[in-house]
């Protein structure tokens, strides 16, 4: 039985809203550990990026993983996603050459259902 598209646009805006919330949280808790927010939800000709945050020159791009549990959020990641946001941070860096004076790197921030946030910093690199 085919799915009704209002039920998918539905769960779409349930699963945008979710995302905002938890990039949200994950602002919160990078300002509470001195970072400054940069820009959020940064679009660029290879893809977004969730969050942008930097402290004492040490920028971060970070993407913002929210479900259910952590080790769930932890594994939603693939590797087609890090070589879109590792795409997506050299074209900002080119946009925004002030940034990562003292380097950059990629972390992941894990939201769970009770908004408790997680960071994995560094958490990949570029392989070349």
Do not use: Y
């Not at 769960?11 to 995302?19: E, F, I, K, M």
């Not at 408790?116 to 392989?127: G, L, M, Y």
Request: with cysteine; glycine share 10%; charged share 30%.
């Amino acid at each position: 039985m085919a799915e009704h598209p209002g039920n998918r646009a539905a769960r779409g805006r349930t699963a945008q809203a979710r995302g905002i919330t938890a990039e949200q949280a994950a602002c919160t808790a990078l300002e509470r550990d001195g970072w400054t927010v940069l820009a959020r939800r940064l679009r660029t000709a290879a893809g977004e990026i969730d969050v942008v945050a930097e402290r004492d020159g040490l920028l971060a791009f970070i993407e913002v993983k929210a479900r259910p549990d952590l080790l769930t959020a932890a594994a939603a990641l693939g590797q087609r996603q890090r070589a879109r946001l590792l795409a997506a941070g050299e074209i900002a860096l080119a946009d925004n050459p002030g940034w990562g004076r003292a380097g950059v790197r990629f972390d992941v921030l894990l939201v769970d259902g009770a908004g408790r946030v997680r960071r994995v910093a560094d958490a990949f690199r570029s392989e070349g």
